[in-house]
Nanobody, 116 residues
Framework: VQLQASGGGLVHSGGSLRLSCTAS????????MGWYRQAPGKQRELVAR?????STDYEDSVKGRFRISRDRDTVNLQMDSLKPEDTAVYYC?????????????WGQGTLVTVSS
C-alpha cells in the first residue's frame, strides 16, 4: 500500500486547510485511515482517525475544528479555525487487517504552518 498526501501549506491563524491522502496498491481490507502530526521537539500524536464503519476519533484539541472523512481509498482532513499550535508535519496512515495481522502504512508527511 502506498499513501500519497497533499494539501499542506501556510495559513494565517483562523484560516482553513484541507489535507487529502490517497491509498493505492493492495488497499483491500484497509479498515482504518487517519492522520498523525508531529510538531518540532514533540512526539507524534494522533489527530484523527476514521474506521470503516464510519466511526471517528479526534484528539481533544482539534474537536469541533477538524473533520475527517473518507471516500473509498482517500481520507480527507478538513481543518478550520487553525491555530499556531496546529503547526506540524501531518502524516496520513492506514491500517490494513488480514485475519489477526494488522499492517500500518504511512504517507510521506505534509507540512502545515499556521502563522499568528
Amino acid at each position: 500500500v502506498q499513501l500519497q498526501a497533499s494539501g499542506g501549506g501556510l495559513v494565517h491563524s483562523g484560516g482553513s486547510l484541507r489535507l487529502s491522502c490517497t491509498a493505492s496498491g493492495s488497499t483491500f481490507s484497509i479498515n482504518v485511515m487517519g492522520w498523525y502530526r508531529q510538531a518540532p521537539g514533540k512526539q507524534r500524536e494522533l489527530v484523527a482517525r476514521i474506521i470503516s464503519s464510519g466511526s471517528t476519533d479526534y484528539e481533544d484539541s482539534v474537536k469541533g475544528r477538524f473533520r475527517i472523512s473518507r471516500d473509498r481509498d482517500t481520507v480527507n482532513l478538513q481543518m478550520d479555525s487553525l491555530k499556531p499550535e496546529d503547526t506540524a508535519v501531518y502524516y496520513c496512515y492506514a491500517d490494513r487487517s488480514r485475519g489477526w495481522r494488522v499492517d500500518t502504512f504511512w504517507g510521506q508527511g505534509t507540512l502545515v504552518t499556521v502563522s499568528s
